[in-house]
């Protein structure tokens, strides 16, 4: 007989067909007291999370998931990893709260002499900040000080946050749609040329329309003075760039005298099978934004970029022209420096490559059959442990079924793309092979369900 695996490294175990009784009844408390806008509640949507390890999530039900997910991609290591939460509760006795830019908790010094060590410039200061958009805030302040050019590029595609500087740049029409009298008309959008078949056809579009903006600049007449790109699309559906494209893009910016903002918030710290993905894909950017998986499960946030483009702000002199409360919050630098312990070796790396190349072999083996025109499946792609498999578009969002299906079964993915046309996982490196192979079953059971 073999040992009980613990909570963690589990198959899903479920008492109730989820959402179960428990989970029912907080919608019903949550329904009374949060925004409508905020939680979808529906009958078989959602189950409360009271516990999580590694790649297991445990309902208020008692019900065991394995999350493909990762909590939107912060998980990178396993939930709750041991390391992290050591030090958060080393760190929780001696300092919760710092004095952000005034009197800096020490620990800020170290976790930014790490920053810079990963990043690609051996000079790079950084800007700390808790969430992803208000990374990409800081960046296109950064690039437009840098330069004197407040126009931006951006993609189609693209998701880059959501409060109103950065969703200017984020190109959705149902994020943007009420709020379109708010946001900075400065920005422009160009297509996002994807691997596979038409490839090069479409990098010729996309760079002819890149070439024309940045020539003649924004619709409104504002000279572009930052591109900011995902090195691979996260909400869009796990979107790879053409070969080359990336490379490319970097150069003609150049020439442009536009700086490239690198938005790596997803792709960072490893998920895509390198520390940064844009090594990977070839961009050479002049910034660059992490965030989600740095802060090993708190809210940290970072925009990295050399000197000569970060000393484009003034020096402080007593009133910090960009700041925030929580600015470098020694809790979160704890967790960071942990985890940033974690993702350095090599292991991390390696097991977000080959664990991605297991799901999507296997993805690709067990929907085969489907994987024909007029079978359902239009393709799975991806790079590193960001993978995404694109449905036939028919129904209404076909990718919010199958996560329906797939909860129903104990796995936990989400839909994304513009139409909710893909099926996208950003799975754990902690995430076993035996879980793996179970979740890839499910998946192609609940996409049956499905198309
Ligand atoms: C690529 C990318 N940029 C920015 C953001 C925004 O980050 P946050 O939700 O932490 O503000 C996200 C979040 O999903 C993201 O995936």
């Not at 690609?120 to 958009?133: E, I, K, N």
């Not at 630098?333 to 790396?349: N, W």
């Not at 929907?367 to 694109?390: K, M, T, Y």
Request: contains cysteine; aromatic residues 4%.
């Amino acid at each position: 007989m073999t040992a009980p695996r613990a909570f963690g490294w589990r198959l899903p175990e479920l008492r109730t067909p989820p959402p179960g009784p428990a989970s029912c009844a907080l919608a019903d408390r949550l329904r009374a007291v949060e925004s409508r806008n905020v939680t979808y509640l529906a009958d078989d949507w959602p189950i409360f999370w009271q516990e999580a390890a590694g790649a297991n999530v445990r309902d208020a039900d008692g019900n065991v998931y394995i999350d493909l997910c990762a909590g939107f991609g912060v998980a990178l290591l396993g939930h709750s990893h041991p390391s992290v939460v050591a030090a958060i509760t080393e760190q929780a006795r001696r300092l919760v709260h710092g004095m952000g830019d005034v009197h800096p908790p020490s620990l800020r010094v170290e976790l930014l002499e790490r920053l810079r060590d990963l990043s690609p410039w051996r000079d790079a200061r950084a800007v700390l900040a808790s969430t992803g958009s208000e990374a990409v805030e800081i960046a296109l302040k950064t690039a437009q000080l840098a330069t004197g050019k407040p126009g931006v590029l951006a993609f189609e595609g693209g998701y880059h946050g959501l409060t109103l500087g950065s969703l200017a740049t984020t190109a959705r029409s149902t994020f943007r749609g009420p709020f379109n009298a708010r946001l900075y008309p400065g920005v422009a959008f160009a297509p996002y040329p994807q691997a596979g078949p038409g490839a090069e056809a479409a990098v010729d579009a996309a760079f002819a329309r890149i070439r024309a903006l940045l020539r003649d600049g924004a619709p409104n007449g504002d000279a572009i003075g930052a591109v900011v790109v995902e090195p691979v699309q996260g909400r869009a559906g796990a979107c790879v760039p053409a070969p080359g494209f990336m490379g490319a893009l970097s150069a003609l910016a150049r020439e442009a005298d536009a700086l490239v903002i690198a938005d790596e918030i997803l792709t960072g710290m490893g998920r895509c099978g390198a520390m940064l993905a844009s090594e990977r894909v070839g961009l050479e950017p002049d910034l660059v934004c992490v965030g989600k998986a740095l802060g090993g499960g708190l809210p940290l946030s970072a925009c990295i970029a050399p000197r000569a483009v970060m000393d484009a702000w003034p020096p402080s002199e007593g009133e910090a022209v960009h700041t925030s409360t929580f600015l470098g919050h020694p809790l979160a630098c704890a967790a960071a420096l942990a985890a940033l312990d974690r993702y350095g070796p090599e292991s991390v790396l390696a097991r977000s490559e080959a664990l991605g190349t297991r799901l999507r072999e296997g993805l690709s083996e067990g929907l085969a059959g489907r994987l024909s025109p007029g079978g359902g499946v239009r393709q799975v792609r991806g790079l590193g442990l960001l993978v995404g498999i694109e449905l036939a578009t028919d129904g209404p969002a076909p990718g919010a079924s199958v996560a329906g299906e797939a909860l129903k079964r104990g796995v936990i993915v989400l839909p994304a793309g513009e139409q909710g046309e893909v099926v996208e996982l950003t799975p754990s490196v902690a995430l076993t092979d035996e879980q793996a192979d179970h979740a890839v079953e499910v998946l192609v059971k609940a996409i049956g369900e499905v198309v």
